[in-house]
């Protein structure tokens, strides 16, 4: 079975600073995908970042970026230049492709994190 | 283009009552999965369903079903609601589901048994 672990509960950081959230992940498969979603309180998901299995180039969105070693199965996400409107709920996800397995994120138990001014 | 709306945003019943959300996809989109998130268990995946076949479940009981609509509109019910059933309920929809397809969400719907 899947399973994915983010180990720092909570976290804080300085606006404008730079901050890395952990995640790693157990999996027997070749073929999946790892994403970072972001939760704010207004309960809203939303996808920060995907990266494909395949791929060995680290993805990037602008301010945030990963940091994928599939060997370790880790999968970390780094926050360039800290904005308060980045304090929200972060979880890493995993999702396994193949068929039988459609649709089904496995997730992460968060990590809580506040930019402060 | 409009996003994942989930209705409603907020319910409260009572233990024995059944429920039923609702979730209408981003246009254009077949596949809607469905997730319950917790402060205890985080979230987890319930079912998924395209042109209106489930495709997946996870593993919760029977009491919680679901079904999809021709226009890919899909609903969620709980029958015989108990206590540990308030959660959030989130559902997301994609294109086609697999991993290269990004799940959208919905603000979710928060459901409270008492």
């Known amino acids: 079975a899947q399973t994915v672990t983010q180990s720092q509960p909570e976290m804080s950081v300085q606006e404008a600073e730079t901050v890395t959230l952990s995640c790693t992940y157990d999996t027997s498969e070749n073929n999946y995908y790892l994403f970072w979603y972001k939760q704010p309180p207004s309960r809203q998901m939303i996808l920060v970042i995907r990266q494909e299995a395949y791929k060995q180039q680290n993805a990037t969105e602008n301010r945030f970026s990963v940091n994928f070693q599939k060997a370790a199965k880790s999968f970390s996400l780094k926050i360039s230049d800290s904005q308060l409107g980045d304090t929200a709920m972060y979880f890493c996800?995993?999702?396994?492709?193949?068929?039988?397995?459609?649709?089904?994120?496995?997730f992460g138990q968060g990590t809580t994190l506040q930019v402060k001014p | 283009k409009a996003g994942v709306t989930q209705t409603p945003r907020y319910l409260i019943k009572t233990r024995g009552q059944q429920v039923t959300l609702s979730c209408s996809p981003i246009?254009?989109?077949?596949?809607v999965s469905w997730y319950q998130q917790t402060p205890g268990q985080g979230l987890q995946f319930l079912f998924e369903?395209?042109?209106?076949?489930?495709?997946n479940k996870g593993n919760f009981p029977g009491r919680f079903s679901g079904r999809q609509f021709s226009n890919s509109r899909s609903e969620m019910n709980v029958s015989t609601l108990e206590l540990g059933d308030s959660a959030l309920y989130l559902c997301a929809s994609s294109r086609g589901g697999g991993g290269k397809n990004i799940q959208y969400f919905g603000a979710g719907t928060r459901l409270s048994v008492l």
């Open positions: 369903y395209f042109s209106e076949t489930q495709r």
């Open positions: 996800a995993f999702m396994f492709h193949g068929s039988g397995n459609t649709g089904k994120l496995i």
């Open positions: 246009s254009g989109h077949r596949s």
